[in-house]
């Protein structure tokens, strides 16, 4: 599903990379985390694969796409229409209900509104949803923001999703439930996740963890870690 190929970032002004030379593989319907403190090159990470930035040097592969042969238009494309995004702080449209947040990518992309609709409410009540689809995100709780920013980034059936410490901005019974919601949607998907933390007990509901530290993957980090069994969200 993704493949990145000694992959490096430098941003101007800084001394060392972002990302140094960094390979690794994801499997169609795997969940695997990004797992460093903050500064290690995780969130830079997360970027690349999820074509929001363009790597210095190497490749990164989604599915048969070169990402690098890619231009502006069409790496805009590929974020439209194959990769869903999550960060810590939700980034719903507060002008908005829940519902038309969800809906949104598929307005976007040339679906009805009829029919975007139709999809964003059956997915919002998938993901625990159905009492607050037609509130405004300044009337619902963060775990609930979160919940709606997942439907959101997955709506459209994305071949992957990223998401960048997306329980960061809750608290722990919200983030509990948020990260239950990503293990059962990866389950009864087969959602590919590629997600980026410094939790341990975030990283430990994955199939694998890859620990990054100034830019690069720890060398003996990265074994199989056993997922929590999935429950209903």
Do not use: W
């Not at 997915?123 to 619902?140: F, M």
């Not at 694998?208 to 990265?222: E, H, I």
């Amino acid at each position: 599903m993704l493949s990145v190929e000694t992959v490096t970032k430098q941003y101007e002004g800084q001394e060392r990379h972002a990302v140094a030379g960094v390979s690794f593989a994801v499997a169609a319907g795997e969940f695997v985390a990004l797992m460093g403190p903050s500064g290690c090159g995780k969130s830079t990470l997360l970027h690349l694969c999820g074509a929001m930035d363009r790597p210095d040097a190497g490749r990164i592969r989604l599915g048969d796409t070169d990402l690098g042969r890619l231009d502006d238009d069409a790496l805009t494309r590929v974020r439209r229409d194959r990769i869903g995004f999550v960060f810590q702080f939700f980034n719903l449209l507060p002008t908005l209900t829940l519902a038309e947040n969800v809906a949104l990518p598929l307005l976007l992309a040339g679906s009805t509104p009829a029919d975007a609709m139709r999809r964003a409410r059956t997915l919002g009540d998938r993901v625990g949803l159905s009492a607050r689809l037609d509130a405004y995100p300044a009337q619902v709780s963060g775990g609930e923001m979160q919940r709606a920013a997942i439907a959101r980034a997955i709506v459209h059936e994305p071949a992957l999703l990223v998401a960048d410490e997306p329980t960061g901005n809750l608290d722990s019974g919200n983030g509990t439930r948020v990260l239950t919601l990503l293990q059962e949607l990866n389950a009864s998907l087969s959602l590919t996740i590629l997600l980026a933390t410094h939790a341990p007990d975030i990283a430990g509901a994955a199939h694998r963890t890859l620990q990054m530290r100034d830019g690069v993957f720890v060398p003996d980090a990265g074994p199989v870690t056993p997922a929590r069994p999935a429950r209903p969200a």
